[in-house]
């Protein structure tokens, strides 16, 4: 009886040593952290996101900070960590000082994130803000190349400058080309030119400002600008493969003013043969257009249900 109180008396000195080191443990943990035991990474970033979307955005910042503080991350976790405070600082807590300084925290330690160049423009656009425009147009220059050195340019040939960039003659000229030959050809002496490129200037500058200020990451613009790239590929290879080859003879031009004659008012056709000449040549572009639409949808076997539109 008694040895197996002595041994109940062993077990529960044994249970209060194991009880108090355990305690202690706790309590160093406790300590160590600040308070509290920590939770894991993705609940604490998870945390923050919530402050975010609830409108909370210092709690926030500040919730994003501790976690760059106090985990272990790899390179590219903390430059996007960085990269949502610089975020927060800028576009919800209006402080452009503080976005400035995260913004060339990940450009100096973190060259290689994959987000350097909404780094770079977040860089220029919060240069801007704070008063420093000269110093964003160096680095807008160092991203984008619009325009020559001047030092590369005659004196001669320069039409404006832009900083220390050159828009030339020739760069003006290039513009006039692209235009549909009908307006092309309304800019064509002196103060005509003088005031596109004035307004060809004007268009550049207008362009910078939207990249500093990130326009070029907004998802309708991004649609917009994909629509527009599939827009100018069409519109190139149609004139490669249906305009380019229209030909269209004088025998054409009668047939054509005969079939609708009516069409032009009986007018001699001595008198609006360029008008009835357009005309025939535009219906044989319709046609070769069509007749490609064909060979294209014949190929990639392409189906229309239109009673679902």
């Known amino acids: 009886m008694r040895i197996m109180n002595e041994n109940k008396v062993l077990q529960i000195a044994l249970l209060v040593v194991l009880v108090g080191f355990l305690v202690s443990t706790a309590a160093l943990i406790i300590i160590a952290t600040g308070g509290s035991a920590r939770q894991p990474y993705d609940e604490a970033k998870t945390y923050a996101v919530s402050l975010v979307n609830n409108g909370l955005y210092s709690e926030a910042y500040d919730e994003f900070a501790n976690i760059l503080d106090n985990y272990k991350l790899s390179d590219r976790d903390a430059g996007s960590i960085l990269f949502q405070m610089a975020e927060i600082a800028a576009e919800r807590l209006h402080d452009s000082h503080r976005a400035l300084a995260d913004y060339l925290k990940i450009k100096q330690l973190y060259p290689n994130h994959p987000m350097i160049q909404d780094v770079e423009r977040g860089i220029i656009a919060q240069l801007d803000k704070t008063g420093n425009s000269r110093q964003a147009q160096r680095s807008l220059e160092k991203m984008v190349e619009l325009g020559r050195p001047a030092s590369e340019v005659e004196p001669s040939q320069i039409v404006a400058k832009i900083g220390e960039r050159a ?68 519109q190139i290879y149609f004139k490669d493969n249906v305009a380019s080859r229209v030909r269209v003879d004088p025998t054409d031009v009668e047939i054509f003013y005969e079939a609708h004659k009516e069409q032009f008012g009986g007018a001699p056709l001595e008198q609006i043969r360029d008008r009835v000449t357009e005309a025939a040549r535009m219906e044989k572009m319709a046609g070769l257009q069509n007749e490609l639409f064909d060979r294209l949808l014949e190929a990639e076997d392409v189906t229309f249900y239109p009673e679902n539109l």
């Open 167 to 234: 828009i030339s003659k020739e760069d003006i000229e290039n513009a006039i080309a692209l235009l549909p030959a009908e307006i092309a050809s309304q800019i064509a002496n002196k103060q005509a030119r003088s005031q596109f490129a004035r307004s060809y200037v004007g268009q550049q500058l207008m362009f910078e400002a939207a990249l500093r200020e990130g326009y070029d990451s907004r998802p309708e613009l991004i649609d917009a600008l994909e629509q527009a790239r599939r827009e100018v590929f069409a």
